[in-house]
């Protein structure tokens, strides 16, 4: 069974930075895309970043694009998520996904993800 644990998040003020961590288990990690989304108090859930297997490829939201960071470490089974200058904005719980995927090949979309995390819980003051 794959889980998918994510940790690292907490309270900051803005302009501070986070790295959210997200270590996988029970599959075999160095093969899935991952993803983070975000999802705050009365939105919907919206995706932040994502990285290929490979690590060939990322992508980003516009709205954290030049401040957010995805990047994983095989060896590890983990991927994670520097957030920098972060803004009250950035408030909402964020989840990390995966899917087992072709070398390249990275989501945007959270259909595109089969496995997830609980979430952990970032609140940025202003």
């Known amino acids: 069974q794959v889980q998918l644990v994510e940790s690292g998040g907490g309270k900051v003020q803005a302009g501070g930075s986070l790295r959210l961590s997200c270590a996988v288990s029970?599959?075999?990690?160095?093969?899935?895309?991952m993803g983070w989304f975000r999802q705050a108090p009365g939105k919907e859930r919206e995706f932040v970043a994502t990285?290929?297997?490979?690590?060939?490829?990322?992508y980003y939201a516009d709205s954290v694009k030049g401040r957010f960071t995805v990047s994983r470490d095989n060896a590890k089974n983990t991927v994670y998520l520097q957030m920098d200058s972060l803004k009250p904005e950035d408030t909402a719980v964020y989840y990390c996904a995966g899917v087992l995927a072709m070398a390249g090949a990275a989501f945007t979309t959270a259909s595109g993800f089969h496995y997830w995390g609980q979430g952990t819980q970032v609140t940025v003051s202003s």
């Open positions: 029970g599959g075999t990690f160095s093969y899935y895309a």
């Open positions: 990285i290929s297997w490979s690590a060939t490829n990322t």
